[in-house]
């Protein structure tokens, strides 16, 4: 027969395990850039990174919601949920958040993306405990009150203003429209001026109380941290706010899906009276899980990712035709984009794109050199490195890995995965993507024989 004490100290140590489970992702070399996970019951994950040779520490709340969960009445309520839950909780007033992050020289932000939303405060490592109960408290205590939904409106209003301004910033959100239509993926983070109109304060708290449960957030934080203190201290936080829960509960996994991009040769065109016409030339890209976006990052780098690249040296150095000309890669779930956005005088419109064209049509027909890979390879992780100097960087990767792909890798496994693609790779690559049909956004003061050329980029 079992003893009480024992059929106690069995129970315990059964509770003790359910409490947290904690795992060594990355072990770093004396510690340094250990990445540590721990999660616990009710589904919460945390992740940290620890760099004790740094003063400061960045803390970062991520939830697995963008504004591709909105429905076409909701576009925007992501967004306008961010700016919310800054305005205050049933602790501190809006002022009281800001003033405490102020008073310590700490920096305070959130960004609302496609598919994630993320709050941060980057401080002094000692001042690390107030940012996670500062952080904290917003996610778990914000009120969302009519007046303040009133008010913010109208600030969410002048963001998209001042986006519309900005037509290099404009042509992104189209060229989004132009491949997936009027669709999650296809309408603007920010929402139109007739969605965050019609939103309401309950419409919101509804979104907010879905969206925010424990098991859809993960909490990240690196710098000179540690990681078993974080964990204390964020349990504790969510507790007070009674959002801790006791329950099992398995964490949110990361987002699939099969989606297909067909937007093959569309052109759309938004008139409008700039000094320059902004154009992205691009089509279906690559999943951000797809083995092969490891090529596809050198294939980006050397067709226009620096000053060496094939579209800066031809549409810039040699031509002069325009000041800003690159291409890049966006990555979702299930899907992706490739685009190269150019800037120019709109009399120059239709040579810029007859040379973007002509160069993806060259490199998918030919591909690339082996010195332009080669020169690709050593810049894309030179860049890797040095964008991960600072801990707001390493708390962007580990919390946006977690709840991405549910998995950490190190960056020098980064690096030799980089360091593994063959010019094969490259050239297989860049006949898949860059093979098909691109379609094309623009904005600018086109005239309409102007207008009626464009199809000719795309046919």
């Not at 934080?221 to 349990?235: F, L, S």
């Given at each position: 027969?079992?003893?009480?004490?024992?059929?106690?100290t069995a129970r315990t140590s059964s509770e003790a395990r359910a409490v947290a489970r904690t795992q060594t992702l990355i072990k770093g070399?004396?510690?340094?850039?250990?990445?540590?996970?721990?999660?616990?019951?009710?589904?919460?994950?945390?992740?940290?990174?620890?760099?004790?040779?740094?003063?400061?520490?960045?803390?970062?709340?991520?939830?697995?919601?963008?504004?591709?969960?909105?429905?076409?009445?909701?576009?925007?309520?992501?967004?306008?949920?961010?700016?919310?839950?800054?305005?205050?909780?049933?602790?501190?007033?809006?002022?009281?958040?800001?003033?405490?992050?102020?008073?310590?020289?700490?920096?305070?932000?959130?960004?609302?993306?496609?598919?994630?939303?993320?709050?941060?405060?980057?401080?002094?490592?000692?001042?690390?405990?107030?940012?996670?109960?500062?952080?904290?408290?917003?996610?778990?205590?914000?009120?969302?009150?009519?007046?303040?939904?009133?008010?913010?409106?109208?600030?969410?209003?002048?963001?998209?203003?001042?986006?519309?301004?900005?037509?290099?910033?404009?042509?992104?959100?189209?060229?989004?429209?132009?491949?997936f239509g009027d669709n999650d993926l296809g309408r603007p983070v920010l929402g139109t001026v007739d969605t965050v109109n019609a939103l309401?304060?309950?419409?919101?708290?509804?979104?907010?109380?879905?969206?925010?449960?424990?098991?859809?957030?993960?909490?990240?934080?690196?710098?000179?941290?540690?990681?078993?203190?974080?964990?204390?201290?964020?349990?504790?936080?969510?507790?007070?706010?009674?959002?801790?829960?006791?329950?099992?509960?398995?964490?949110?996994?990361?987002?699939?899906?099969?989606?297909?991009?067909?937007?093959?040769?569309?052109?759309?065109?938004?008139?409008?009276?700039?000094?320059?016409?902004?154009?992205?030339?691009?089509?279906?890209?690559?999943?951000?899980?797809?083995e092969r976006r490891w090529a596809l990052g050198v294939l980006n780098t050397a067709l226009g990712g620096g000053m060496s690249s094939r579209?800066?040296?031809?549409?810039?150095?040699?031509?002069?035709?325009?000041?800003?000309?690159?291409?890049?890669?966006?990555?979702?779930?299930?899907?992706?984009?490739?685009?190269?956005?150019?800037?120019?005088?709109?009399?120059?419109?239709?040579?810029?794109?007859?040379?973007?064209?002509?160069?993806?049509?060259?490199?998918?027909?030919?591909?690339?050199?082996?010195?332009?890979?080669?020169?690709?390879?050593?810049?894309?992780?030179?860049?890797?490195?040095?964008?991960?100097?600072?801990?707001?960087?390493?708390?962007?990767?580990?919390?946006?890995?977690?709840?991405?792909?549910?998995?950490?890798?190190?960056?020098?496994?980064?690096?030799?995965?980089?360091?593994?693609?063959?010019?094969?790779?490259?050239?297989?690559?860049?006949?898949?993507?860059?093979?098909?049909?691109?379609?094309?956004?623009?904005?600018?003061?086109?005239?309409?024989?102007?207008?009626?050329?464009?199809?000719?980029?795309?046919?």
């Amino acid at each position: 027969m079992t003893s009480r004490s024992a059929r106690t100290t069995a129970r315990t140590s059964s509770e003790a395990r359910a409490v947290a489970r904690t795992q060594t992702l990355i072990k770093g070399e004396h510690g340094i850039g250990t990445v540590r996970k721990t999660t616990l019951p009710g589904g919460l994950r945390i992740v940290t990174e620890t760099l004790p040779s740094v003063r400061s520490a960045t803390f970062g709340i991520w939830a697995h919601v963008g504004s591709r969960d909105e429905t076409p009445a909701l576009n925007g309520a992501t967004h306008y949920l961010e700016h919310l839950l800054f305005k205050g909780t049933r602790k501190r007033s809006a002022l009281d958040i800001s003033a405490a992050i102020d008073a310590v020289g700490g920096e305070m932000n959130a960004f609302t993306a496609k598919e994630y939303t993320c709050y941060y405060a980057r401080v002094l490592d000692t001042d690390l405990p107030l940012a996670i109960d500062v952080v904290c408290d917003m996610l778990t205590g914000s009120l969302i009150q009519e007046e303040d939904v009133d008010v913010e409106r109208g600030a969410i209003l002048e963001e998209i203003a001042m986006t519309e301004d900005d037509a290099g910033d404009c042509v992104h959100d189209l060229f989004a429209h132009t491949m997936f239509g009027d669709n999650d993926l296809g309408r603007p983070v920010l929402g139109t001026v007739d969605t965050v109109n019609a939103l309401t304060a309950d419409r919101i708290r509804r979104f907010y109380r879905k969206h925010y449960d424990p098991t859809h957030l993960v909490v990240a934080a690196a710098g000179n941290v540690d990681h078993h203190k974080v964990v204390r201290q964020v349990r504790a936080a969510f507790e007070k706010a009674g959002a801790f829960r006791e329950s099992v509960a398995a964490p949110l996994a990361p987002r699939d899906g099969r989606r297909t991009v067909r937007a093959a040769g569309r052109v759309e065109l938004i008139g409008r009276k700039t000094e320059q016409a902004h154009v992205i030339l691009g089509m279906p890209g690559l999943a951000r899980t797809d083995e092969r976006r490891w090529a596809l990052g050198v294939l980006n780098t050397a067709l226009g990712g620096g000053m060496s690249s094939r579209l800066f040296q031809e549409v810039r150095e040699k031509r002069g035709l325009a000041y800003s000309v690159y291409s890049y890669t966006s990555g979702f779930a299930d899907c992706g984009l490739f685009g190269v956005y150019a800037g120019c005088r709109p009399a120059q419109v239709h040579d810029v794109l007859k040379i973007c064209r002509d160069e993806l049509d060259h490199v998918a027909e030919h591909g690339l050199t082996d010195d332009e890979i080669g020169r690709a390879v050593g810049q894309l992780q030179g860049s890797t490195v040095l964008g991960l100097e600072d801990t707001g960087a390493l708390m962007n990767r580990i919390g946006k890995s977690e709840l991405c792909w549910g998995e950490q890798m190190s960056v020098d496994d980064m690096l030799a995965r980089i360091a593994s693609v063959t010019p094969d790779d490259v050239r297989a690559v860049a006949r898949d993507v860059l093979g098909r049909r691109p379609s094309l956004s623009v904005i600018g003061p086109l005239k309409d024989k102007q207008a009626s050329r464009l199809h000719d980029a795309v046919a």
